[in-house]
Structure formats: structure tokens, C-alpha cells
């Protein structure tokens, strides 16, 4: 009884492997189908991913200077205490 169990638990377990196997495969071909396209719209939403990090980091950067400035240079006396 317990060889038929597991038995079934493993041609299941397999099942499920395919799936996931095909699901992947359909995901990285989507993926590919993306990348490859060289539409307009495509690029143009690319340049607009690019402007928003930019303008996102522009503005972190802008707004806590001072506080990476100093945790800067905490981390390198730090660094620059155990070398010596």
C-alpha cells in the first residue's frame, strides 16, 4: 500500500514538473518575444523607465546628502581603523 502511494506521489510530483516546465517555457518565450521587438512604443517606454530612475535617484540623492555623507565616511574611518 505504501509503494502504491508513493508511486502515485511521484507520477504526480512529475505532472507538475511539466507543467512548471511548460509554464516556464512559455514565460522566457513571452520574454524573448519582448526583447526582440523593436517597436517604437517599446524604446520609448525604455527611455521613460530610465528618465523615472533617474529623476527618483536625482532627487534622493538631493534630499539626503548629508545623511549618505556621513554614513560615508563612518563606513571608510571604519575601514581605513581596522587597516591600520
Do not use: H, P
Given at each position: 500500500?505504501?509503494?502504491?502511494?508513493r508511486?502515485?506521489?511521484?507520477?504526480?510530483?512529475?505532472?507538475?514538473?511539466?507543467?512548471?516546465?511548460?509554464?516556464?517555457?512559455?514565460?522566457?518565450?513571452?520574454?524573448?518575444?519582448?526583447?526582440?521587438?523593436?517597436?517604437?512604443?517599446?524604446?520609448?517606454?525604455?527611455?521613460?523607465?530610465?528618465?523615472?530612475?533617474?529623476?527618483?535617484?536625482?532627487?534622493?540623492?538631493?534630499?539626503?546628502?548629508?545623511?549618505?555623507?556621513?554614513i560615508?565616511?563612518?563606513?571608510?574611518?571604519?575601514?581605513?581603523?581596522?587597516?591600520?
Open positions: 500500500m505504501r509503494n502504491m502511494a508511486t502515485l506521489k511521484s507520477k504526480n510530483s512529475g505532472r507538475s514538473n511539466n507543467v512548471r516546465k511548460n509554464k516556464m517555457e512559455n514565460v522566457f518565450t513571452k520574454a524573448k518575444g519582448l526583447l526582440c521587438n523593436q517597436s517604437g512604443d517599446q524604446m520609448t517606454g525604455w527611455l521613460i523607465v530610465v528618465l523615472v530612475v533617474v529623476v527618483v535617484g536625482a532627487v534622493f540623492m538631493t534630499l539626503y546628502q548629508d545623511s549618505i555623507t556621513t560615508w565616511n563612518s563606513i571608510v574611518s571604519k575601514i581605513t581603523g581596522l587597516l591600520t
